[in-house]
């Protein structure tokens, strides 16, 4: 459960703001969607695979 604490006075649409950071960082949304497909695990790795020789790509091209 996320508790934001408002001061008085405070204005609504921050306290609204505050909420909706505080919901983004929990990753809710992200699990959500991430749960509605399955994807196979070979999928994945190879997914990784070419993440990491991108990123190799792209240190190598800097350096």
Known sequence: MIIIPIKEGE???RALKKFKRK???TG???ELRRRQT???L???KREQLK???YKQ???Q???
């Open 11 to 13: 204005n609504i649409e």
């Open 23 to 25: 919901f983004e960082k």
């Open 28 to 30: 809710a949304i992200r």
């Open 38 to 40: 399955f994807v196979k």
């Open 42 to 44: 070979s999928i994945k």
């Open 51 to 53: 993440k990491a020789i």
């Open 57 to 59: 790509r792209m240190q």
């Open 61 to 63: 091209m800097e350096d």
